[in-house]
């Protein structure tokens, strides 16, 4: 697979001298950073001079085998000084790349600033390529948190391909409320295929066409069952059957404030499916009681009624920070753990049995494996099982965050999860779809590339979702844009069946900057996106006149339409579901 770099442009020029008025909060000399590895066979570092730079000194890291995550191999420090949530950040360094095994031959580096804790909570994670010469990046943003001095950890990941880069002149200035992101100094990013004109954009069209809409006829009846002769009827896509969706918080949406109310008036007009985020994980299930358990299960009921599917998410998050205490409590007794996932999992499909249209079954199994190192990975297709037997209808999934990550490069990470699939299936798990996790901050999977990792992940025999998509950046451009890109590829490819956002309102968002509505529901680009093409360029609408035995032809998305007429003086409304399978139907007023 050819490898593409993200390509970055220094918007205003950053000069060596950085803006006025900044708190550092890194050190200066590259001595405050401590370089971090599994040891000298993975990756060497060490401090070397610079000549005609704004810095004297830079690290020379020297990558030796690819580790399976890209933090394996990295540089970090502390922040110097307290920073308050909301003040504005500007992270600045320099890059070059002297050797690499890259195919593009190139190299790579990824800049976080986390909170210094077990939860590494991000407000920035950037990755960038490098060429031979030095090249400057500059990017403000946004600090999520409240840290005391020492609070915030600066870390420079270079666990990628073998390669050697050198990274100098690394500075972060902390401008508090006194400056906005946009007064800065940027590099923008951009991405091969984000042109208008870019080939893969006219065949994706072309496959839309193809593979989301048909020819549909419906015949017209009154509910004697005489067809409806010459009757004019309006027909409008009410839901799509593609699975345009949201993760959603159930707190907001059972609250009674304006903010709620117009929660689910967002969902109920621009959504076709819908995940809880964190109702139905074991250890979030676990401690909330039957009142939390009643309220969740109940809110299943108001979706239906609106048409609106729902997925499980997630039965096994195997790994002891994901489970719940009932589970931690057992680690010295595998039969009994075993037992205890099992009930869990059937007592959890039971009671959404016949509801649910997925579930994850099983989450990110490469970086959580706690329980398969215990009871063996077979075990995994024991829990699919179990799964099926409480539920025959509902379908299962896989779901990683290996999918489209690492902007379409391998990885083991990516390797890994494909066998896992691969290891289900040859066992007879019934495994019926694919979740690919979807989270991008600066750098995102050029569209071609994105696309040749559909086909790979297709290529399974199986369903496959996009689960858990989100664009972390303050460069609303890139957001919108790409958002435009991968919605459009994903309805494009044969084998995707839903495409969800992992929350979409600022105000209940794990990553705020990643919302389509800010947080007083104007509508941001990315937002105005996803709406003009769920709702108007991949919508149909219109009008006709039955013909002398009541049927009606057009083409359409496939869906759920609302049909509509005036017969007898009496304003008539029916709904039908419309699909390549059902291109025929009829319909009773």
Not at 393 to 402: E, Q, S
Not at 455 to 463: H, M, N, S, V, Y
Not at 557 to 562: D, K, L, S, V
Request: charged residues 30%; hydrophobic residues 40%; glycine residues 8%.
């Amino acid at each position: 697979m050819k490898s593409i770099v993200i390509f970055f442009t220094l918007l205003s020029s950053a000069s060596a001298a950085a803006p006025d008025g900044g708190l550092p909060l890194v050190p200066a000399e590259p001595a405050a950073f401590t370089f971090l590895s599994e040891g000298p066979k993975q990756a060497l570092a060490q401090v070397v001079p610079v000549a005609g730079r704004p810095f004297e000194k830079a690290w020379r890291v020297n990558t030796l085998t690819q580790p399976p995550d890209p933090w394996k191999v990295q540089l970090t420090t502390l922040s110097t000084a307290p920073v308050k949530r909301g003040d504005t950040l500007w992270a600045r360094f320099f890059l070059r790349c002297t050797a690499s095994r890259q195919e593009s031959g190139e190299g790579r580096l990824t800049l976080v600033f986390e909170t210094a804790d077990e939860k590494h909570d991000k407000s920035i994670d950037l990755t960038v390529g490098a060429t031979k010469e030095w090249k400057e990046f500059a990017f403000p943003f946004v600090c999520r948190h409240d840290l005391p001095a020492g609070g915030a950890q600066i870390a420079l990941r270079a666990g990628f391909r073998p390669q050697t880069i050198e990274i100098g002149g690394v500075e972060i200035l902390n401008f508090g409320n006194r400056r906005k992101l946009s007064e800065l100094p940027r590099t923008r990013a951009d991405y091969p295929g984000r042109e208008s004109d870019a080939p893969w954009r006219k065949a994706a069209l072309d496959r839309i066409e193809k593979i989301r809409k048909a020819d549909f006829r419906v015949q017209i009846k009154d509910p004697a069952g005489t067809p409806l002769a010459g009757a004019k009827v309006k027909y409008a896509l009410r839901r799509h059957g593609f699975g345009f969706g949201s993760a959603i918080d159930s707190s907001v949406l059972s609250g009674n404030g304006p903010d709620s109310k117009r929660y689910r008036e967002t969902i109920d007009t621009y959504f076709s499916r819908v995940v809880y985020e964190n109702e139905f994980k074991w250890h979030t299930w676990e401690r909330h009681g039957e009142a939390e358990h009643a309220r969740s299960l109940a809110s299943i009921d108001w979706f239906a009624g609106r048409g609106i599917a729902m997925r499980g998410h997630v039965l096994v998050w195997p790994s002891w920070q994901y489970l719940p205490q009932s589970a931690r409590d057992l680690r010295e007794q595998p039969d009994a753990l075993r037992r205890h996932v099992d009930q869990h999992i059937r007592d959890m499909v039971g009671r959404t049995r016949g509801r649910f249209t997925d579930w994850d079954v099983i989450n990110e199994p490469f970086a959580h494996h706690d329980l398969m190192d215990i009871l063996g990975k077979e075990v995994m297709v024991e829990w699919f099982k179990a799964a099926r037997e409480s539920d025959p209808d509902v379908k299962l999934f896989l779901n990683d965050y290996a999918g489209l990550a690492n902007e379409g490069l391998d990885s083991p990470h990516k390797d890994h999860f494909e066998k896992t699939a691969r290891f289900l299936l040859e066992k007879g798990a019934p495994i019926d779809g694919i979740g690919l996790q979807c989270h991008f901050g600066w750098s995102v999977t050029p569209p071609e590339l994105a696309l040749k990792e559909l086909d790979r992940w297709g290529a399974l025999g199986l369903e496959v979702q996009i689960t858990e998509f989100d664009i972390e950046t303050t460069d609303e451009e890139l957001q919108a844009d790409y958002t435009r890109d991968l919605l459009t590829l994903a309805f494009s490819h044969p084998s995707v069946t839903a495409i969800m956002i992992w929350g979409f309102w600022e105000g209940r968002h794990w990553k705020p900057d990643a919302a389509l509505w800010r947080r007083d529901w104007s509508i941001k680009p990315n937002g105005k996106v996803w709406t003009d093409l769920t709702t108007r360029e991949w919508h149909t609408a219109g009008e006709s006149v039955a013909d002398a035995d009541g049927w009606i032809s057009f083409r359409g998305f496939h869906g759920n339409y609302t049909l509509e007429t005036e017969e007898g003086g009496k304003h008539r409304k029916a709904e039908v579901e419309l699909d390549k399978s059902r291109p025929n139907s009829l319909v009773n007023f």
